[in-house]
Protein backbone atom coordinates (compact mmCIF):
# COMPACT_ATOMS: atom_id res chain seq x y z
CA UNK A 1 0.00 0.00 0.00
CA UNK A 2 1.32 3.76 -0.83
CA UNK A 3 1.99 5.84 1.93
CA UNK A 4 -0.61 8.34 3.15
CA UNK A 5 0.17 12.23 2.65
CA UNK A 6 -1.25 14.34 5.58
CA UNK A 7 -1.15 17.90 5.01
CA UNK A 8 -0.49 19.32 8.69
CA UNK A 9 0.03 23.14 9.84
CA UNK A 10 2.65 23.55 12.22
CA UNK A 11 1.11 26.87 14.11
CA UNK A 12 -1.99 24.80 14.69
CA UNK A 13 -1.56 21.11 13.79
CA UNK A 14 -5.02 19.08 14.15
CA UNK A 15 -5.56 16.79 16.77
CA UNK A 16 -7.31 14.73 14.85
CA UNK A 17 -4.67 13.70 12.14
CA UNK A 18 -1.76 14.05 14.79
CA UNK A 19 -3.93 11.32 16.46
CA UNK A 20 -4.22 9.25 13.64
CA UNK A 21 -0.40 9.54 12.64
CA UNK A 22 0.65 8.68 16.02
CA UNK A 23 -1.68 5.50 15.69
CA UNK A 24 0.69 4.66 12.98
CA UNK A 25 3.88 5.29 15.01
CA UNK A 26 2.45 2.67 17.84
CA UNK A 27 2.22 -0.16 15.35
CA UNK A 28 5.65 0.24 14.11
CA UNK A 29 4.97 2.65 11.58
CA UNK A 30 7.29 4.83 9.82
CA UNK A 31 7.01 8.67 9.26
CA UNK A 32 8.23 11.30 7.11
CA UNK A 33 8.21 15.13 9.05
CA UNK A 34 8.99 18.45 8.85
CA UNK A 35 11.24 19.35 11.58
CA UNK A 36 12.41 23.35 11.77
CA UNK A 37 15.21 22.52 9.48
CA UNK A 38 15.02 19.87 7.00
CA UNK A 39 12.51 16.99 6.50
CA UNK A 40 13.01 13.79 8.64
CA UNK A 41 12.09 10.65 8.72
CA UNK A 42 11.66 8.63 11.71
CA UNK A 43 9.49 5.87 14.13
CA UNK A 44 9.17 5.27 17.28
CA UNK A 45 12.24 4.44 18.96
CA UNK A 46 11.54 1.99 21.54
CA UNK A 47 10.11 -0.08 18.24
CA UNK A 48 13.01 -1.91 17.41
CA UNK A 49 11.65 -3.57 14.05
CA UNK A 50 10.27 -0.12 12.80
CA UNK A 51 13.97 1.49 13.97
CA UNK A 52 15.84 -1.47 11.61
CA UNK A 53 13.30 -0.40 8.79
CA UNK A 54 14.39 3.28 8.86
CA UNK A 55 17.93 1.73 8.60
CA UNK A 56 17.15 0.04 5.99
CA UNK A 57 15.47 2.62 4.19
CA UNK A 58 18.02 5.32 5.04
CA UNK A 59 21.30 2.67 4.30
CA UNK A 60 22.53 3.57 7.98
CA UNK A 61 23.04 2.10 10.91
CA UNK A 62 21.42 2.10 14.12
CA UNK A 63 24.39 4.41 16.04
CA UNK A 64 24.06 6.68 13.39
CA UNK A 65 20.55 7.67 14.65
CA UNK A 66 19.19 10.76 16.87
CA UNK A 67 15.69 10.72 18.34
CA UNK A 68 13.03 14.14 18.81
CA UNK A 69 12.15 14.70 22.46
CA UNK A 70 9.04 17.21 23.50
CA UNK A 71 11.34 19.49 25.47
CA UNK A 72 14.36 19.32 28.27
CA UNK A 73 12.77 17.43 30.89
CA UNK A 74 12.61 14.59 28.80
CA UNK A 75 15.85 14.68 27.34
CA UNK A 76 17.06 14.27 30.86
CA UNK A 77 14.91 10.97 30.94
CA UNK A 78 17.23 9.53 28.59
CA UNK A 79 20.58 11.16 29.51
CA UNK A 80 22.99 10.96 32.21
CA UNK A 81 23.25 13.93 34.54
CA UNK A 82 23.81 17.13 32.52
CA UNK A 83 26.17 19.57 33.98
CA UNK A 84 25.43 22.84 34.96
CA UNK A 85 26.68 24.43 31.99
CA UNK A 86 24.96 22.31 29.49
CA UNK A 87 21.98 22.77 31.23
CA UNK A 88 22.15 26.62 30.54
CA UNK A 89 23.20 26.18 27.30
CA UNK A 90 20.55 23.80 26.06
CA UNK A 91 17.66 25.73 27.96
CA UNK A 92 18.45 28.72 25.94
CA UNK A 93 19.00 27.10 22.59
CA UNK A 94 16.06 24.67 22.53
CA UNK A 95 13.62 24.46 21.07
CA UNK A 96 16.14 25.22 17.98
CA UNK A 97 18.11 24.11 15.27
CA UNK A 98 20.50 21.75 17.35
CA UNK A 99 21.39 17.94 17.56
CA UNK A 100 23.16 17.23 20.88
CA UNK A 101 25.37 14.82 21.56
CA UNK A 102 24.59 13.50 25.21
CA UNK A 103 25.88 10.37 27.46
CA UNK A 104 22.95 7.88 27.65
CA UNK A 105 21.26 6.49 30.64
CA UNK A 106 19.76 2.93 31.07
CA UNK A 107 16.56 4.50 29.18
CA UNK A 108 17.99 5.31 26.00
CA UNK A 109 16.89 2.05 23.93
CA UNK A 110 19.89 -0.27 23.44
CA UNK A 111 19.51 -0.49 19.42
CA UNK A 112 21.11 3.38 19.18
CA UNK A 113 23.98 3.14 21.72
CA UNK A 114 25.11 -0.73 21.21
CA UNK A 115 28.31 0.37 20.65
CA UNK A 116 28.63 3.33 22.22
CA UNK A 117 27.65 5.55 25.46
CA UNK A 118 26.06 8.09 23.85
CA UNK A 119 22.83 9.52 21.52
CA UNK A 120 22.00 12.55 19.44
CA UNK A 121 19.15 14.11 20.84
CA UNK A 122 16.40 16.96 19.09
CA UNK A 123 14.37 19.44 20.51
CA UNK A 124 12.88 21.55 16.65
CA UNK A 125 11.22 24.42 17.06
CA UNK A 126 8.45 23.05 15.07
CA UNK A 127 5.35 21.97 16.72
CA UNK A 128 4.76 18.79 14.53
CA UNK A 129 7.07 16.19 15.66
CA UNK A 130 6.74 17.53 19.09
CA UNK A 131 3.02 17.25 19.16
CA UNK A 132 3.75 13.67 17.94
CA UNK A 133 6.23 12.80 20.46
CA UNK A 134 4.03 14.18 23.34
CA UNK A 135 0.74 12.06 21.97
CA UNK A 136 3.11 9.15 21.34
CA UNK A 137 4.75 9.19 24.82
CA UNK A 138 7.94 8.45 23.65
CA UNK A 139 10.43 10.28 21.47
CA UNK A 140 10.71 9.30 17.60
CA UNK A 141 13.75 8.82 15.35
CA UNK A 142 15.11 11.14 13.00
CA UNK A 143 17.24 11.27 10.32
CA UNK A 144 17.43 13.38 7.23
CA UNK A 145 15.77 12.74 3.95
CA UNK A 146 18.77 13.49 1.42
CA UNK A 147 18.48 14.21 -2.10
CA UNK A 148 20.66 12.64 -5.02
CA UNK A 149 20.95 16.43 -6.27
CA UNK A 150 24.42 17.48 -5.94
CA UNK A 151 23.12 21.40 -5.48
CA UNK A 152 20.40 20.87 -3.42
CA UNK A 153 21.66 18.38 -0.80
CA UNK A 154 18.27 17.89 1.34
CA UNK A 155 14.80 16.99 -0.36
CA UNK A 156 12.72 20.18 0.27
CA UNK A 157 9.29 19.51 -1.46
CA UNK A 158 7.07 17.53 0.34
CA UNK A 159 5.19 16.21 -2.57
CA UNK A 160 8.46 15.11 -4.46
CA UNK A 161 9.49 13.53 -1.00
CA UNK A 162 6.13 11.72 -1.61
CA UNK A 163 6.81 10.23 -5.13
CA UNK A 164 10.25 8.99 -3.90
CA UNK A 165 9.29 7.51 -0.43
CA UNK A 166 5.34 6.50 -1.27
CA UNK A 167 5.99 3.04 -1.22
CA UNK A 168 8.61 2.69 1.67
CA UNK A 169 6.85 4.52 4.46
CA UNK A 170 3.49 4.86 5.87
CA UNK A 171 3.01 8.53 6.45
CA UNK A 172 4.22 11.61 4.57
CA UNK A 173 3.33 14.87 6.41
CA UNK A 174 2.95 17.51 4.27
CA UNK A 175 4.31 20.71 6.71
CA UNK A 176 5.16 23.09 3.73
CA UNK A 177 8.46 23.42 2.03
CA UNK A 178 11.27 22.21 4.29
CA UNK A 179 14.89 23.73 4.69
CA UNK A 180 17.82 22.61 3.29
CA UNK A 181 20.41 23.41 5.93
CA UNK A 182 20.69 20.56 8.70
CA UNK A 183 20.94 21.24 12.42
CA UNK A 184 24.17 21.47 13.94
CA UNK A 185 25.65 18.97 15.80
CA UNK A 186 26.98 19.61 19.21
CA UNK A 187 28.45 17.21 21.01
CA UNK A 188 28.51 17.89 25.05
CA UNK A 189 29.29 14.47 26.08
CA UNK A 190 32.48 15.59 27.50
CA UNK A 191 34.11 18.50 29.30
CA UNK A 192 33.44 21.59 26.61
CA UNK A 193 31.10 21.97 23.84
CA UNK A 194 32.53 20.37 20.37
CA UNK A 195 30.63 21.44 17.18
CA UNK A 196 30.88 18.63 15.09
CA UNK A 197 28.47 19.66 12.21
CA UNK A 198 27.77 22.66 11.13
CA UNK A 199 24.41 23.63 10.80
CA UNK A 200 21.65 25.93 10.59
CA UNK A 201 22.25 26.82 14.75
CA UNK A 202 24.92 28.84 15.81
CA UNK A 203 25.49 27.48 19.41
CA UNK A 204 27.82 30.52 20.10
CA UNK A 205 24.65 33.05 20.06
CA UNK A 206 23.79 30.83 23.68
CA UNK A 207 27.08 30.09 25.37
Same mark, same amino acid.
Given at each position: ???? @? !?????? =?? /? #?? $??? +? !?? $? *??? =? &? &? %???????? %???? &??? @????KAVQRVCQIKNTKP +????? !?????? /?ISEYTKHLSTPVFKVMKKALPGPFTFIL???? $?? #?? *?? =???KK? %? &?IRVPNNNIPRELVKRLGNPIITTSIRDEDEVIEYSTDPELIYEKYENLVDIVIDGGYGG????? %? *??CSGDYFEVIREGLGDIEEFM
Amino acid at each position: MPAE @F !IRLYEE =NP /E #PH $KLD +Q !IV $K *VLR =N &G &G %VVIYPTDT %VYGI &GCD @FSNTKAVQRVCQIKNTKP +QALSF !ICYDLS /EISEYTKHLSTPVFKVMKKALPGPFTFILEASS $KA #PK *VL =NAKKKT %V &GIRVPNNNIPRELVKRLGNPIITTSIRDEDEVIEYSTDPELIYEKYENLVDIVIDGGYGGNMPST %V *VDCSGDYFEVIREGLGDIEEFM
